[in-house]
Every structure is written in C-alpha cells, then in structure tokens.
C-alpha cells in the first residue's frame, strides 16, 4: 500500500522536466448569458420606438454579429452534449440549424436594407457600401465554412416541422 492517500504521480523524466500536477478547472461562468439576455432586452426597450420604421443597417449588422456568436455558442454545447446525451444533443442540433437559417436570413435583410449615400471617392474605389459590409460578408462566410462541415444540405433547406424523434 502506498504511503499516501493519493494517486502517485508521474516523476519520470523528460525533456521537459518532472509531470506537474494538474489544477482543477475553474468552474464555467454561466453568469453572462443571463448579461447577454438582459442586455438585448434593454437595447430593445430603450431604442426600439413604439413607432414602426425599418431596421438600419446598422442594427442588422449587430443582430448579424450576435446571432453568429450564439450559433458558436450552440455549437459547442451541440458538440459537448451530443457524445453523452442523444436526446439533448438532437435538440441542440435542430436548434443549431435554426440558427443558422436565421442567421442567414438576417444577412439576406442587411443587404435589402437601404443603402446610405455613398461618397465619390467609395464608389471610384469599388466599396459603395464602405467596410462594415465587408466586414458582415466576411463573418458570414467564416461561419458558412463551419456549418457546411457540421451539416449536410438536407439538414440547412429542411422545413422545421418540430419533430424530433427518439
């Protein structure tokens, strides 16, 4: 029996010295969801006029913008939960492609959207629409390669029908 409570470590020798022992990770911080959350619920209270007008390009942009930081979101969950649990994983799955057509919707919105005057010196340059619709294409074709390898066509045209069997 080994003199101590615990495991005994490694101390073989490497190249890089003796094995140190691993820290316990720090607990997940689940405390800014709820920030995001309440965050988005003020936005929409305090700049949402009671008055209907159209979205700016602007306030699509940062929808665009939040709308992809959730699908990451969703998809490491997605990608954490499915492995151990086949029905939550289903869910998160159906939930990830909803996200996404959403999300694609709100880019096909951005450039329907009225597009503000542009300056002779950004259309003799080829860029009417200046960088942030750029930078909005660009986010948008670096999620389009993520979700084209997590799923098949299929799954992005199918119609939800909220079924989901198990």
């Known amino acids: 029996m080994p003199p101590f409570p615990w495991p005994a470590r490694n101390t073989s020798r490497t ?22 959350t309440a965050a988005l619920d003020f936005h929409r209270a305090i700049n949402l006029p009671d008055d209907s007008h ?9 929808l665009h913008a939040h ?6 979101l969703i998809d490491a969950h997605t990608t954490l939960t499915a492995p151990v649990a086949k ?8 939930c990830r492609v909803r996200l ?12 329907a959207a009225p597009r503000p005057a542009s300056s002779p010196e950004a259309r ?12 909005v294409c660009r986010r948008h074709l670096t999620t389009a390669a993520r979700v084209r390898r997590s799923h098949t066509p299929t799954d992005l045209r199918d119609p939800f029908t909220g079924l989901i069997r198990h």
Do not use: C, N
Not at 15 to 34: L, N
Not at 54 to 62: M, V
């Open 15 to 36: 190249t890089e010295g003796p094995t140190m022992p691993s820290h316990p990770e720090p607990e997940p911080a689940s405390d800014f969801v709820p920030f995001a």
């Open 54 to 62: 159209a979205a700016s390009r602007i306030e699509l942009d940062a």
């Open 67 to 72: 709308l992809t930081s959730l699908y990451g």
């Open 87 to 94: 029905a939550e994983g289903d869910h998160l799955r159906a």
């Open 100 to 111: 996404w057509q959403a999300t694609e919707h709100l880019h096909a919105a951005y450039h």
């Open 124 to 135: 003799r340059a080829r860029l009417p629409e200046g960088a942030p619709d750029l930078t």
